[in-house]
């Protein structure tokens, strides 16, 4: 998504329509999950909803053919409705969390749902953010401006670092969290368990985070698909937050078939909260199967 700034214009703009569009409040959620040995929490902070008007989903498919998708899945047709979440690994001694939300100053319950998960904001030793926007780097800021994980480094790969720099109204959230930051390259293993993986084509410098505990991993996909129905359905189709369609089209294919074929745990950040699942094949597209994160360990259907 957009940043920060662009999120507010857009959600100005569509006050007119009739169905809600912008960003909106979530009750504070964590929910705890296992990938290996590690400990995860995935974590609520709002969701981002926007009309069904061909700017943002299937731009080149249309309102329609987006509509006949989404009455196949049983959703509303006239407004997509996403989910903004983000993660929390306990990675050793170092508390990592994946995506910081929209952010305290938009009303988000990313602070909350970590009380609930019995975390506070400086415990947190690392931020690793996917890319740059607003629904994910917004919550490096508390409600007064101020780092809200004053003690985490921020890791983000160099590429949207420069992106984020170039970007209107963002330069005091890059003047606030300029000491915490730390830049990577994709490919980098940026905590013990966890490598940062460029999947191309949402933002300069988009990654994916692959986490690894033995034999069980999980891909933290970032934004490579925003809708559980449309991006999965019709992975070919445009998506206006793409900040390059053709390439982020290509990479999320390429990466929706890896997973399907993999059968490798997802999450989703923007899939309907906790966002956890895998990726399954479906006709020339694919499906989400959310995962049933209360199943207890003994009933588990498939072995870490
Ligand atoms: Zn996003």
Known sequence: MKTVISVLAASALVFALPAFAGPAPAQPAATAFHVGKLSLVSLSDATFSTPNDGKIFGGDAGPAAVADVLKAAHAPTDTITLSVD?????????????????????????????KLAGVTPDQ?????????????????????????????????????????QGQDGMADMVKAIA????????????????????????????????????????????????????????????????????????????TLTELAKDHERVFAPHF?????????????????????????????????
């Open 272 to 304: 309907p909260y906790p966002g956890v699942g895998t990726v399954v094949a479906s006709g020339d597209g694919f499906a989400w199967q959310p995962a049933d994160l209360t199943a207890k360990p003994g009933k588990k259907k498939h072995k870490p």
């Open 179 to 254: 000491p915490q930051v730390a830049t990577f390259e994709p490919g980098a293993q940026v905590t013990p368990s966890i490598t940062a993986i460029a999947i191309k084509g949402h933002t300069p410098g988009h990654v994916g985070y692959q986490i690894v505990s033995g034999k069980d991993r999980l891909l933290d996909i970032g934004d490579t698909a925003h809708s559980s129905i449309i991006s999965l359905a019709k992975p070919d189709w445009t998506m206006g937050f793409d900040s390059d369609a053709a390439v982020a089209k290509a990479s999320r294919r390429e």
């Open 124 to 164: 947190i030793t690392d931020v690793l953010v996917t890319h740059a926007h607003g629904d994910h780097i917004g919550g490096l800021l508390d409600a007064s401006g101020q780092p809200a994980f004053p003690k985490a480094k921020v890791r983000l790969s160099s590429a949207d670092w420069t992106y984020l």
């Open 86 to 114: 983000a993660l929390l690994v306990r990675d050793g001694a170092r508390l990592v969390l994946i995506d910081t939300g929209f952010g305290a100053k938009m009303g988000g319950a990313l602070t909350a749902s970590l």
